[in-house]
């Protein structure tokens, strides 16, 4: 059965909306970057690394039966979670998925409110690669 990125984000705000404070949604999001599958030590490198963040996140993408899948690492415990539930929204998904996705379900489970303006800048930056990487991947495809 195919999971759309729609569907994957509403799990994702669900799962927020549980808790009741951002205290609880904090620890959630660093429970959620524990259980990152991790980058290959390989793929740590200067080239993987998303700029615009403050800490350090590294992302690799590779084509999988015409799907992208990601795995990424941060040197950070929130920063890791962030890219834990972009990860979980995007990988295993066709690269015009992707590129079309809204990334609406951030506001919706008040992320980005929530973060000091460097990371919600680097969760933009994060965001912005996961779609390069589709772009690039899709224009292989065509």
């Known amino acids: 059965m195919i999971v759309t990125i729609e569907e994957i984000q ?19 999001m660093i429970d959620l970057g524990k ?3 991790l980058i290959d030590d390989q793929y740590k490198t200067d080239s993987n690394i998303i700029k615009g963040c403050q800490s ?14 990601f795995t990424a690492d941060s040197d950070a415990i929130i920063t890791k979670g962030i890219i834990a539930i972009l990860i979980r929204s995007f990988s295993n998904q066709h690269p015009k ?8 379900f951030i506001d ?6 929530h973060l000091s303006p460097t990371r919600a800048n680097g969760l933009v930056s994060m965001v912005k690669q996961l779609k390069m ?3 690039a991947y899709q224009t292989q495809l065509s």
């Open 56 to 69: 350090k996140v590294w992302v690799h993408a590779e084509m999988d039966n015409d799907k992208i899948v």
């Open 108 to 113: 919706q489970i008040g992320l980005k409110e």
């Open 133 to 135: 990487y589709a772009i």
């Open 35 to 37: 259980d990152l599958p």
């Open 10 to 28: 509403n799990e994702i705000i669900d799962e927020f909306s549980m808790f009741e404070d951002w205290e609880e949604r904090y620890q959630y």
């Open 97 to 104: 998925d992707i590129i079309n996705a809204e990334t609406d």
